[in-house]
């Protein structure tokens, strides 16, 4: 299996919440707790570091989905700041809690894909 097969298979893993190992095991145990072993296959994908991509690969990837269409009813419409409050936050905060652990499943695949643990991420 070529490098970027490999990746493609991690992170298209990932995305599935699935252990990067097999793809059959879950990979969370709880909203964005990694489990310490695969029920499928018994590896430890903790090894695997994600602690600041997930969040800021959601926050990219939320805000330029929103933020055009907060612009573009701010200037069709110019509804009272109150009315875009109650319409943009609620629907950013449910994308963001949607979208997180999928991509922290992205980054661990991708981890897993490339070598990248804990151990070697310090040096």
Known sequence: MTETSRIAVGVRRGLGLRCPH????????RFLKVRERCDACGADNTIYPSDDAPPYLTLLLV????????????????????????????L????????LPVLKGAVVGF????????????Q
Not at 22 to 28: K, S, V
Not at 112 to 122: D, F, I, L, Q, S
Request: aromatic share 16%; net charge positive.
């Open 111 to 122: 981890a897993w894909a490339t070598g990248v643990t804990r151990e070697t991420a310090r």
């Open 22 to 29: 097999c793809g059959e095991g879950r990979l969370f145990s």
């Open 92 to 99: 950013i905060a449910v994308l963001t809690l949607a979208v």
């Open 63 to 90: 805000g330029h989905l929103i933020l055009p269409f907060m612009f573009w009813m701010d200037k069709a419409w110019a509804p009272a700041m109150w009315v875009m409050f109650a319409i943009w936050l609620p």
